[in-house]
């Protein structure tokens, strides 16, 4: 009858072996710890990542109303339908002659309620010496909420957004301020905007 050769001691590491191990996995953790720094504003909490803010609670807010919300009561106009050209009509004569070339990039509507983003084109003015130069629009881009009224569709003047909401995640910064200006703007309507001007939509 054979007998197997026994296995050899298998001995724990040693305590300096187990503090340098440690070590190796925690020193990623501490450098990333060390570059990270809260920053309380009026607006919320930013984090400062290797001296940079960054609005982590806003992207993760942005992702969660992305995964949760329910647009399925909420209508994306086509352009050139009539919802989409009414809405051009009603931009274009909001303040003009300024707003004349509204050019929406979206819009969606839910019941008599609507949100356009848009562009405005315009000739703009030559540089100086008459060269050839870009064009520039006469209005920034902007968010629009419109109601529609026996009349038409009617601009809501204290729901137009416009600017940059740096360092603040975008989407979800616009949105809240949607909700806070047009207490009245369906729910839904305003989590299912998804901004698309590159400003808007970072």
């Not at 703009?124 to 050839?132: E, K, V």
Request: include cysteine; hydrophobic fraction near 50%.
């Amino acid at each position: 009858m054979s007998t197997l050769p026994p296995r050899p001691a298998i001995g724990r590491p040693r305590p300096r072996r187990r503090a340098l191990l440690a070590l190796a996995w925690a020193a990623p953790m501490l450098l990333v710890l060390s570059q990270l720094r809260l920053l309380p504003q009026d607006q919320g909490v930013l984090l400062e990542l290797a001296g940079m803010p960054v609005d982590a609670a806003g992207r993760l807010q942005g992702a969660w109303q992305r995964m949760a919300r329910d647009c399925t009561a909420v209508q994306r106009w086509p352009a050139g339908s009539a919802s989409w050209l009414a809405a051009q009509q009603a931009l274009a004569g909001h303040s003009p002659p300024s707003s004349q070339g509204a050019r929406p990039l979206q819009v969606l509507q839910q019941g008599d309620w609507l949100l356009a983003e848009v562009v405005w084109d315009g000739t703009g003015a030559p540089p100086a010496g008459g060269a050839a130069g870009p064009v520039i629009a006469p209005l920034d881009p902007a968010v629009v909420a419109l109601r529609r009224v026996a009349g038409g569709l009617q601009v809501q003047t204290e729901g137009v957004w416009s600017g940059d909401t740096g360092p603040w995640a975008a989407p979800v910064f616009i949105r809240r301020w949607l909700q806070q200006q047009v207490p009245g703007l369906p729910v839904g309507l305003v989590l299912c905007l998804d901004p698309q001007w590159p400003v808007f939509a970072r």
